[in-house]
Nanobody
Framework: VQLQASGGGLVQAGGSLRLSCAASGRTFSRYVMAWFRQAPGKEREFVASIWWRGSNTYYADSVKDRFTISKDNAKNTVDLQMNSLKPEDTAVYYC????????????WGQGTQVTVSS
């Protein structure tokens, strides 16, 4: 499994960014795809997830109503639309995948830096 994240950058508070994760190496119909983030000096934390089949979505409370996770079956990509960004959203963002029924995320992409200036 290969996961390739892109789309990070520098944005002012209140702005928007869209991250994309290109997934390859297997069929993901029985996988859960997710975004995590890690801010300097903090542990990695869950941001959002989506089931490849059925499109169930879940969000951390801190991003609910601001971030939207989506997928494109044809392109095998999982996107994270981030609106109303805050300085506290500054972190390295990682895409990840796990088989349905497995609580552990086994597959990780390289991170992409998101910096929100105040």
């Amino acid at each position: 499994v290969q996961l390739q994240a892109s789309g990070g950058g520098l944005v002012q508070a209140g702005g928007s960014l869209r991250l994309s994760c290109a997934a390859s190496g297997r069929t993901f119909s029985r996988y859960v795809m997710a975004w995590f983030r890690q801010a300097p000096g903090k542990e990695r934390e869950f941001v959002a997830s989506i089931w490849w089949r059925g499109s169930n979505t879940y969000y951390a409370d801190s991003v609910k109503d601001r971030f939207t996770i989506s997928k494109d079956n044809a392109k095998n990509t999982v996107d994270l639309q981030m609106n109303s960004l805050k300085p506290e959203d500054t972190a390295v963002y990682y895409c990840s995948a796990r088989p349905i029924g497995n609580p552990k995320y086994d597959y990780w992409g390289q991170g992409t830096q998101v910096t929100v200036s105040s």
